[in-house]
Antibody, heavy 120, light 111 residues
Framework: QVQLVESGGGVVQPGGSLRLSCAAS????????MHWVRQAPGKGLQWVTF????????YYADSVKGRFTISRDNSKNTVSLQMKSLRSDDTAVYYC?????????????WGQGTLVTVSS | QSVLTQPPSVSGAPGQRVTISCTGS?????????VHWYQQLPGTAPKLLIS???NRPSGVPDRFSGSKSGTSASLAITGLQAEDAADYYC???????????FGGGTRLTVL
């Protein structure tokens, strides 16, 4: 079965950096795009970024463009999210999600999430 | 303010039917992009409930159904059960924002 395990969350000061990772198993990782979605405490879901199956194209929400970078290593079945210039409104649980089939894939499977807290 | 508009809350007694609406615009649902629904039980990660407007993934009870018309979509839950108490989110793609978008979420209370 599909398993997605996020790691790397923690407490970071405003302006700092953090790198999240998501280890995938149970499917042919190199065939699927991957998303990151976040959820601020007590709030709804917000799409953050998407990377296509081969890593050639990445897409970002305006709120993170220029600060966050998504990447993947198909040899290690991992997708990463490098976050810099972090702000208090980046505080959230970050989920990685496996994309479905098609050009605009939805979120088929989700990890358990990792909490990022931006605070001084 | 979410791009897709959902009612903040709905409620129903066990056995009843409830619907959750999701209203978009001409740049997302109205443009023909598919709508998907997710269920988030308290303290857990979201789970795909309905894909491509009407399809139930394996394991999702047929009490859950989706529909789409024009710039809106709906999720219907029949035979309400206590275990259905959760937050429900609709999701689509928006061509103006060039990104994936969610509704603000609807909290279902089973009375």
């Amino acid at each position: 079965q599909v398993q997605l395990v996020e790691s790397g969350g923690g407490v970071v000061q405003p302006g700092g950096s953090l790198r999240l990772s998501c280890a995938a198993s149970g499917f042919t990782f190199s065939h699927y795009g991957m998303h990151w979605v976040r959820q601020a405490p007590g709030k709804g879901l917000q799409w953050v970024t998407f990377i296509r199956y081969d890593g050639e194209n990445q897409y970002y929400a305006d709120s993170v463009k220029g600060r966050f970078t998504i990447s993947r290593d198909n040899s290690k079945n991992t997708v990463s999210l490098q976050m810099k210039s972090l702000r208090s409104d980046d505080t959230a649980v970050y989920y990685c999600a496996k994309g479905g089939d098609g050009w605009l894939p939805h979120f088929v499977n989700w990890g358990q999430g990792t909490l990022v807290t931006v605070s001084s | 303010q979410s791009v897709l508009t959902q009612p903040p809350s709905v409620s129903g007694a066990p056995g009843q039917r409830v619907t959750i609406s999701c209203t978009g615009s001409s740049s997302n649902i109205g443009a023909g992009y598919d709508v998907h629904w997710y269920q988030q039980l308290p303290g857990t990660a979201p789970k795909l409930l309905i894909s491509d407007n009407i399809n139930r993934p394996s394991g999702v009870p047929d009490r859950f159904s989706g529909s789409k018309s024009g710039t809106s979509a709906s999720l219907a839950i029949t035979g309400l059960q206590a275990e259905d108490a959760a937050d429900y989110y609709c999701q689509s793609y928006d061509s103006s924002l060039t990104g994936w978008v969610f509704g603000g979420g609807t909290r279902l209370t089973v009375l």
